[in-house]
């Protein structure tokens, strides 16, 4: 009886294998977008909705499936490496579930140190006490590389949004000076603005101009 009971609910261990595995797959989402190039892409798309003056189109989830499939678009290689060199030969009993852990991160850590900035991540290692020899980013662990990679997103992301916002602040500008110039102030400026800010992102083909930007930025 005894036995059985504890086959059932199993030994300390595997309980807290299976608590470890819960919690990870909880925090799985949250550690996908901030490893990949997700976060970026979405912070530039709000930028852009912000800058355009319109404040629900394209709504959140159209914004977030854009941002989701360019994603997957640009980390198409890492991902297939992480195939190749990790996931199949784990499927295969080839590897171990912790060499094929290590195998997945080197792809990973080589995108993220690509877009990561060696002053960012210097700081980081500074804080950690992690010291690297012959410039060999790679050993770093992933809590150093991982907060270095999201800052230099975050940097970057707010950069395109600046350049964004300056064409379409241009046009609000202009806007508002003709409206009182000819001694309409009660018109709101915002109002008569927008279609100028629509057709100029139309006239530049600016969905495409943005997309190619973002995805060469991770080149």
Known sequence: MNESLININGNGVQSL??????????????????????????IVLSFLRNALGLQQTPPNNVLVGIAIFLTLFIMQPVID?????AYTPYKNEDLTQQEALEK?????????LRQTEVD???????FAGEEVQNDE??????????????????KRAFTIGFLLLLPFLLIDIVVSSTLM??????????????????????????WQLLF?????GFQ
């Open 81 to 85: 490496e992480i195939n190749t060199s």
């Open 181 to 206: 110039s000819m001694g309409m102030i009660m018109l709101p400026p915002a109002t008569i603005a927008l279609p100028f800010k629509i057709l100029l992102f139309i006239t530049v083909d600016g």
């Open 137 to 154: 980013y790679l050993k770093l662990p992933m809590t150093v590389v991982i907060p270095s990679f999201i800052t230099c997103e975050l």
């Open 104 to 112: 997945a991160s080197v792809p990973l850590k080589e995108f993220m």
């Open 17 to 42: 294998e299976v608590l470890f595995m819960l919690t990870f797959l909880s925090l799985l989402p949250s550690i996908v977008i901030m490893t990949t190039s997700f976060t970026r892409i979405a």
């Open 212 to 216: 190619s930007t973002l995805i060469k």
């Open 120 to 126: 960012t991540l210097d700081m980081y290692m500074d």
